[in-house]
């Protein structure tokens, strides 16, 4: 069953900008309370972590999107996004979601991001 749902992937040419958002499938899952992180995976490689942003508010970012990519979250709207500007096509990957409370892990389907050169 789908626990994590992400949308705003698509087709971009280089240097555009996507903003990928991620919410709960079911009411019953509270995301404002789970540590939320985004990970992509390319084809032929493996599933690599991009961002987070705890409960608290804090960020952080893998290097090579640092200076491109804004990641944040709507408690009001119980909503986690990833603003990507500045695309590259070796951004080009399969979008998860990922929410993390204590020993329980949740996991999106993915949102597939394309950038064209």
């Known amino acids: 069953q789908v626990q994590l749902v992400e949308s705003g992937g698509g087709l971009v040419q280089a240097g555009g900008s996507l903003r990928l958002s991620c919410a709960a499938s079911d009411t019953l899952l509270n995301i404002n309370d789970m540590n939320m992180s985004w990970y992509r995976q390319a084809p032929g490689k493996q599933r690599e972590w991009v961002a987070e942003v705890s409960r608290f508010g804090t960020v952080s970012y893998i290097e090579s999107v640092k200076s491109r990519s804004t990641i944040s979250r709507d408690d009001a709207k119980k909503t986690m996004y990833l603003q990507m500007n500045s695309l590259k096509p070796e951004d080009t990957a399969v979008y998860y979601c990922?929410?993390?409370?204590?020993?329980?892990?949740?996991w999106g389907q993915g949102t597939q991001v394309t950038v064209s050169s």
């Open positions: 990922r929410g993390r409370a204590g020993s329980r892990n949740y």
